[in-house]
């Protein structure tokens, strides 16, 4: 059945797929324009208090912006004393004098403020002018200009600044800076793009110094390398269609599944003898070394040069070594290793080494949730250290005079939103677990070098950020700011609402934030549109209180005449237990989908304002695979879904994503093979295979209207991902809108304010049944 526009004593619409008329409704475009990130950004200011310790010292500056205008502050904790950090009247007038022109005492564009601790003087930039200021004398200094100071983006610094590491021809380099002639210490001549020592191993535009993949140890003494081999491993291609003359870009690009795996090897390097050894880290087929989404990348080591630590893993991660390295021999050592399924939680695997190694501090999810735990130098279990049926976070600070760790964790209190960050202390051997930060909110800390005080930033989505200082016990030393909504309030700005239902098994809370419209009438019936993100990494909803980014992108759209929400699903983070991190393993398309549909059905039935005949649904990336998914799914209940950026065949999005998250299968067989001797020999060869199901499969379902969206150059979720759902809806006869931006590659970068504009104007008419006769979006300057 076609649709069918009816006129009546009104103009009503048919909404594909529900074949429902409502009333049309009209769009506010004008109070979404207030209400852009950009807009409430320039009413608010500052969200966020950034405190910058002082290097060994108990005290921190940072820089505020409220109604009041700009401050920089210094605080100095031990006297428990805050003052501005320079008068900003006095600064206006010396820079005035400097540039012979006024500066506005209230905006001062201070770029690059930072504190010298070699010069002990502030450092900051004006007009690409640099200045230093001596705090103490009160005194500005004018210095060059920065267009004349080239930056050697190429160099790696050695810690004492005796050597740069760098790269050329894709071998490594080094030279010393205290050389008048410049000359160069070759230290490899094996390399090759794809087997490179460049930071970008495929370069193929400069003989010219460039970045290497060189890290220093902290003694200066060795340098190491993690090189990988992409030679085997098959090319993907995007081309830049804006420039003069379109340009092909080409790039190593591991398909799940596929058998050309990259091969990670780690190489270090002495400086005394320029000789490298390569370590002996071998073990399992297309394993890694540390790498992607490692906490830290997987990779430690400590003030001295002798040892190095590696996270090793198997392609099926569900199995972690601790690895102890010597880099002058090469030898390694597996301290202990963890088996974990379906698949190791990596992005909070966590290696303290604890006085050169006399210890260790490891994370673990081995109780189903992660926890602290301590092991002797031998790698031999000595106690667990938290306790608790929550999660632990990441390792914000380790005092090791008073054995003490300073950790991130989630979910301790029962009675509060398991999502939210809170911090603690514990000592090594388990006792003196204690809770710093007690507010019922999401915390941000910032201990300073001494681990004497931290900095503690608060807030909730529906409570504004408000920051404080507090001693290692958690009592409060004073208040330093909190976000000032004056003018939001003003300009009737609403804030969001927490809310929490159930998944579709009936039992696990799920938790979520809404946007309302600020001229919200609760007896009007409203369209709910569903902001996605499937996870497995983090939800779709902000935790602390935010004014940007995608909660930014909701509450705007929200002004257009809607009720939007963003909530959780099973499977959805890593924050919760590890049953729930993992539920969507080996079902990467469709495990979310029940959990968000329930969820509007469940918020439908308490708030009668919710109108479950027009529900809409837009995501992106990972929001976008499941925002197409869901209208393909449940088509009689999802009526729009704007889809941008979506990885809608993960069958060829990248290795670490689908293989990790949804699965990958080893199989092993033994062939038979002649040796180097001419002797034929038995030889274990083992191979893996995915297979994921993908959204174009559903093509056929489709009966409401969908918006897909993509980036010409998107060199991560290869456009070819949307061109495969446009293929198998076209096949189906399927009628969809589609839009390229030509030059965005995952992100929407300079088509950012016309996205949004489309995203109001698109569920504005499908939803709303408001049709705009202007084609121009009201696109601002910058």
């Known amino acids: 059945m076609k649709n069918k526009l009816l006129l009546i004593t009104g103009f009503l619409l048919f909404i594909s797929g529900a074949y429902t008329p409502v009333l049309a409704q009209t769009a506010n475009f004008e109070l979404a324009e207030r209400f852009t990130a950009q807009n409430m950004q320039r009413m608010t200011g500052s969200t966020f208090l950034g405190a910058n310790w002082i290097e060994d010292e108990n005290k921190f500056w940072y820089q505020w912006e409220d109604g009041d205008g700009k401050r920089w502050m210094h605080v100095d904790a031990d006297r428990r004393q805050i003052r501005p950090l320079f008068d900003t009247d006095r600064m206006a007038e010396q820079l005035s004098e400097k540039f012979n022109r006024g500066f506005n005492a209230k905006d001062l564009d201070l770029r690059g403020f930072q504190y010298d601790t070699d010069r002990g003087m502030f450092t900051f930039h004006v007009d690409s002018i640099e200045f230093k200021y001596n705090i103490n004398r009160d005194e500005l200094i004018k210095g060059d200009s920065l267009e004349y100071q080239r930056r050697d983006n190429w160099a790696t610094y050695s810690p004492d600044s005796t050597y740069i590491a760098f790269a050329r021809h894709h071998d490594l380099y080094v030279m010393r800076t205290d050389d008048p002639d410049s000359t160069e210490i070759r230290l490899t001549h094996d390399g090759e793009r794809w087997y490179s020592f460049n930071q970008n191993h495929g370069d193929t535009t400069s003989t010219e110094r460039l970045r290497s993949r060189a890290v220093w140890f902290e003694d200066s003494k060795k340098l190491w390398v993690k090189r990988q081999d992409w030679r085997e491993v098959d090319e993907l291609w995007v081309i830049n269609t ?12 591991n398909l799940p599944g596929e058998e050309n795996h990259y091969q990670d090897e780690i190489l270090v390097f002495d400086m005394e003898t320029k000789d490298h050894v390569r370590l002996d880290t071998d073990k399992w087929p297309d394993q890694s070394l540390g790498g992607v989404y490692f906490n830290g990348g997987g990779i430690f080591t400590t003030d001295k040069s002798d040892y190095m630590y590696i996270l090793r893993r198997t392609r099926t991660w569900d199995e972690v070594d601790v690895v102890k390295a010597n880099t002058s021999t090469g030898e390694t050592t597996v301290l202990w290793s963890e088996k974990s399924e379906p698949y190791f939680n990596t992005r909070y695997a966590q290696l303290a080494i604890i006085n050169e190694g006399e210890e260790y501090i490891w994370w673990s999810e081995r109780t189903g949730w992660g926890q602290l735990y301590r092991y002797d130098s031998e790698g031999n279990l000595k106690n667990r250290i938290t306790t608790g049926s929550f999660m632990v976070g990441d390792i914000v600070s380790i005092d090791t005079t008073a054995s003490t760790i300073y950790f991130e964790g989630f979910g301790h209190d029962r009675e509060r939103n398991p999502f939210y960050s809170h911090y603690f202390s514990v000592r090594f051997d388990g006792t003196r677990q204690n809770l710093l930060t007690p507010e019922d909110a999401n915390h941000n800390i910032r201990m300073s070098d001494s681990n004497r005080f931290f900095v503690q930033n608060y807030s909730r989505p529906d409570k504004p950020t408000q920051a404080v200082l507090r001693s290692r016990d958690g009592s409060k030393v004073m208040d330093l700011e909190k976000v000032d909504l004056t003018r939001m309030y003003e300009a009737g700005y ?127 990336s990972g929001g976008g695979f499941m925002s197409t998914a869901a209208l393909l799914t449940y088509p009689e209940f999802f009526k729009v879904a704007v889809s941008s950026m979506g990885n809608h065949d993960n069958n060829i999005y990248n290795i670490w994503w689908s293989e990790v998250h949804h699965g990958v ?43 897909l969206i993509h980036g010409g150059i998107d060199n991560n979720v290869h456009p070819a991902n949307t061109y495969r759902m446009a293929d198998a809806l076209i096949r189906e006869g399927k009628r969809f809108d589609m839009m390229i931006f030509p ?34 979006f009201n696109i601002p300057d910058h």
């Open 494 to 620: 609403n804030l969001p609402e927490n809310f929490s239902v159930k998944a579709a098994d009936g039992k696990t809370d799920l938790y979520g934030v809404m946007w309302k419209p600020a001229d919200f009438d609760p007896d009007k019936q409203y369209p709910i549109i569903s902001y996605v993100y499937p996870g497995p990494q983090v939800e779709p909803y902000p935790r602390g209180f935010s004014v940007g980014g995608t909660a930014a992108r909701a509450h705007s759209l929200a002004q257009v005449g809607f009720v939007v929400i963003a909530m959780g699903n099973r499977g959805g983070s890593p924050l919760r237990e590890k049953w729930y991190h993992n539920y969507g393993h080996d079902n990467l398309r469709d495990y979310p989908l029940a959990d968000n549909r329930y969820g509007i059905e469940q918020l439908a039935a308490r708030r009668s304002y919710i109108d479950l005949d027009r529900v809409g649904i837009y995501g992106h």
């Open 242 to 253: 804006i420039r003069q003359r379109p340009v092909l870009e080409t790039y190593k690009y």
């Open 743 to 776: 030059e965005a590659r995952h992100g929407f970068g300079r088509y950012n304010a016309y996205f949004e504009r489309l995203l109001w104007d698109y569920f504005a008419e499908h939803l709303l049944g408001h049709y705009r006769t202007d084609v121009n």
């Open 665 to 707: 299968t080893a199989n092993t067989r033994t062939e038979t093979v002649t040796n180097d001797d001419g002797e034929e020999v038995e030889k274990e060869k083992t191979t893996f295979s995915s297979r994921i199901p993908a959204n174009q499969e559903l093509a056929s379902n489709l009966q409401g209207r969908l918006l």
